[in-house]
Structure formats: C-alpha cells, structure tokens
C-alpha cells in the first residue's frame, strides 16, 4: 500500500549507472570522479530540477553503491517508491574526454542488478497514475527481460490512458540497427511522442535523409509528436498544427555534449505536464541542451529553472 501520497507526473524506466569521469585518457588516468547517470534516469533529473514531480522505475543491487545513489535521487526530486533492491552489483562506466572534444567511454554492465527487471516488477497503480510515461531504446537493449518490461510498461500506459514517450536512443555498440528496429516497432504502436536524434541515427534506423521525411514516417504510425534533435542544428518538430524549426543556443560555449539529448527531452516533458504546448516545450529543451553542454557530465552540469526560462524565451522559432 502507498497511502495517500501523490503519485509522479513523470515516470521513467531504465538503469542508472555509476559514472567515473577522468579528464585523462583512460589508459593513462590515475584517478576518477564518482557521479551516475542512465539516460532515462536523466531525463527525469533535468525535469525535477525544473519543478517537475517524477519517479524511477528500476532495481538496485545490494551493493555499496546504492545508498548514494536512492540518496541523491531523493534529493533531486526524484520518486523511488517504485525502486527495487535485488542482489548483485551496480553497473558502471567509465569516461574520459579527449583533445578536441571526443569521448572514450567503457561500460561494465552487463548481468547487473537493473538488467535483471522484470514485467513483474511493474506497479500498475504507479505508471497508471502518471501522465507521461517516458521509455528509451537504450534499456531495450541492455537484457531481452528489461525489454519485455518496457513493453509491458507501455501497454499499462496505454490501457490507462497516460501519453507515452520515446526516445529512439540507438546505440551501436550495444545491439545492431537491425535490433533496435525491431525493438522500436514493438513499442511503437503505443507511442505519442517520439525523440529521435538526426542524421546519424534516423538514418541508420530509418534510412531517410531529411527530418520532414523521417516526421512522415512516425505520424503516419499513429505518433502524434515527433521531436528530432539535431545537435548543433537545432530541433525540428512535428505535430498535427504543422512542422517547426528551432534554433540551437550555446550561450557559454560547448564542453561537453554528454545528455544533451536527455536534458532537452526533460525540458520538453516538463512543459507538456504544465500544460505550455509542443512549441514552447521544444524551446525549453532548446535551452537545457544549451545550457547543459557548457559543463562536464549528464547530470552535473543540468542548469536550473531560472535560467531556461530566460534562455528560452530568446530561442528562435521557423513554421516550415
């Protein structure tokens, strides 16, 4: 029983991982930063922080590294009722970053306790209650039982009448396009609004060349929003009132572009459960990327509410 307390607005699925950053190449570090991130766990943290109520659906291990981490979720605003502790370990990476900007990441997740999820570990009543119910590619890859929990997930979203969000977050070093492809159209049918992230990867999955196509292609499957980013393009948008355009901001400057995607996905939730519109919630998206992207890490270096509001104002709109 949960009582009477509120249920998130926002709920996401996925893994968290601890994240130990050197700004030396890894072969040649000798010693690391502890932070964490987990691209859905991100999106969650960049909407929190902009007053967004959100939970996390996810399963813990039993080792040292998740009292921090429930301890820092709880103390971003981040719901952990749903939050399961199983035996095992907490996956891991580590990342550099290189002259000229480049990232050398190496991931040891494989077997850890967030891979282990099942469709039974899903709360009706916690993802029914929601109004956005955000999923993402990435944890469809980590394990065939994560996958089928975010299917599951979905079709619990759906029967409950709560708007669903994807991200297509293709990863090539974790499954083939052909995979994701797969996966993707599992979910797709439940979908409202999608995230894609264009050229690199609406062509790999897709293999169109121009964002209006790869819009033709999602509505005309039932998606009512499609959001592409477009790194230092932009954004295009696409819905049933027309297809807009907006113009990417980098205010201070570019050190690192890890969760840039999750942190504009954040912004554009958050906005959607305050009722502000597509539009508005892409330039607030538009203004976490930019925000984000002037320091180091996923999640360190999320801007706060004061300052995407007043960047977003200034993002430039274009109707295609």
């Not at 964490?36 to 659906?57: E, F, K, P, Q, W």
Request: with cysteine; net charge negative.
């Amino acid at each position: 029983m949960r009582g009477a307390s509120k249920m998130p607005d926002i709920v996401s699925i996925g893994e968290c991982m601890i994240e130990l950053f050197s700004d030396e190449p890894l072969g040649a570090a000798r010693s690391f930063q502890k932070s964490y991130a987990g691209d859905t766990l991100n999106v969650l943290h960049m909407a929190a922080r902009l007053g967004a109520s959100t939970g996390y659906v996810t399963r813990v291990a039993d080792d040292p590294f998740t009292d921090y981490l429930l301890d820092a979720w709880r103390t971003n605003g981040i719901d952990t009722g749903a939050v399961k502790r199983v035996p095992g370990f907490t996956g891991m990476h580590f990342i550099s970053l290189l002259p000229g900007g480049d990232r050398e990441f190496v991931f040891y997740r494989k077997g850890s306790a967030a891979s282990t999820m099942t469709p039974e570990d899903l709360d009706v009543e916690y993802i029914g209650s929601a109004r956005i119910l955000h999923i993402s590619g990435i944890p469809q890859s980590v394990s065939p039982s994560m996958r089928r929990t975010i299917l599951q997930a979905a079709q619990i979203a759906r029967e409950h009448g709560v708007t669903i969000s994807y991200d297509t977050n293709l990863r090539a070093n974790m499954w083939s396009a052909k995979e994701a492809q797969e996966a993707m159209s599992e979910v797709l049918p439940y979908v409202d609004i999608v995230f894609p992230s264009h050229p690199e990867e609406t062509g790999a999955l897709l293999g169109l060349e121009s964002e209006t196509e790869v819009i033709d292609y999602f509505r005309s499957r039932g998606v009512e929003t499609v959001a592409i980013t477009c790194g230092e393009g932009g954004a295009v948008v696409g819905t049933e009132e027309g297809v807009f355009s907006l113009d990417a901001v980098a205010p201070h400057g570019v050190a690192d572009t890890t969760g840039a995607g999750d942190a504009f996905v954040g912004g554009f939730l958050h906005c959607l459960v305050q009722g502000l519109g597509t539009v508005v919630g892409a330039k607030w998206g538009i203004a976490c990327a930019g925000l984000k992207i002037a320091g180091r890490g996923a999640i360190g270096s999320q801007p706060g509410r004061r300052q995407v509001e007043e960047l977003a104002g200034s993002v430039q709109v274009h109707r295609l």
